[in-house]
């Protein structure tokens, strides 16, 4: 199995507060991404990174912020949460730029 | 607006028999991928087709890209129930990430 860790794998949260979701990786991986997954719509990109400190919005970006210190942990921020956030969120990485490898997802549910 | 659609949504069969889903755009892209998600985990990459009309088999999958890089197939030989799953197409605009694109997907149920 490729090395990529998500945390927490499930989360509840209420409204208005701020979250941050980590992907750890050990592959030592270019490329991160962060996905979220609803029913009907597929995955979705939130934000992805080409490098430390590189980063850029994907197409659902409105909530979202991400950092990348260091080559192997990508974190995710909800500023502050809302029931519309409530969804499963991927990481994944990749070496080329083609997507090889996600992570197990969080649960995420904002009441 | 989905860039990639996939049909049919939902698939129900017996083990033993063969099956096709499809992934269809409007969009020309430069390679897609098949993954497979089980309930609970990430997706996982079956294949990845880059050139119109190349074929690729995985023991009793078979994966089409169309001629026009617009459309693609995944068939099933002799469904085993370790076949059930989400399975997901997506397209790559380009050689980067941000340009991918997934699927709605297809849920495939083998039943014994």
């Known amino acids: 199995d490729a090395g990529i860790t998500q945390s927490p794998r499930h989360k509840v949260t209420e409204t208005g507060t701020p979250v941050t979701l980590r992907c750890h990786q050990t592959?030592?991986?270019?490329?991160m991404y962060w996905y979220r997954q609803d029913p009907g719509h597929g995955l979705r990109l939130i934000h992805y990174?080409?490098?430390?400190?590189?980063?850029d919005k994907g197409e659902v970006s409105d909530g979202y912020s991400v950092s990348r210190s260091k080559t192997e942990d990508f974190l995710l921020t909800l500023e502050s949460a809302t029931s519309s956030q409530t969804s499963v969120y991927f990481c994944?990485?990749?070496?080329?730029?083609?997507?090889?490898?996600f992570g197990q997802g969080t649960r995420l549910t904002v009441v | 607006t989905q860039l990639l659609e996939q049909s049919p949504q939902f698939l129900s069969i017996q083990e033993g028999e063969n099956l096709t889903v499809y992934c269809n755009s409007s969009?020309?892209?430069?390679?897609l991928q098949w993954y497979r998600q089980e309930p609970g985990e990430g997706p996982v990459l079956l294949v990845t087709?880059?050139?119109?009309?190349e074929v690729k088999k995985l023991k009793r999958l078979t994966f089409q890209f169309g001629d026009a890089r617009k459309d693609s197939s995944l068939h099933i030989t002799a469904a085993q129930t370790g076949d059930t799953g989400l399975y997901l197409c997506?397209?790559?605009?380009?050689?980067?990430?941000?340009?991918?694109?997934f699927g709605p997907g297809t849920r495939l149920s083998v039943l014994p």
């Open positions: 994944a990485i990749s070496e080329t730029g083609m997507i090889a490898f």
């Open positions: 592959e030592n991986h270019r490329y």
């Open positions: 990174s080409y490098g430390v400190k590189d980063t």
């Open positions: 969009s020309v892209f430069s390679s």
């Open positions: 087709v880059v050139t119109g009309g």
């Open positions: 997506a397209g790559a605009r380009d050689n980067y990430g941000q340009n991918f694109v």
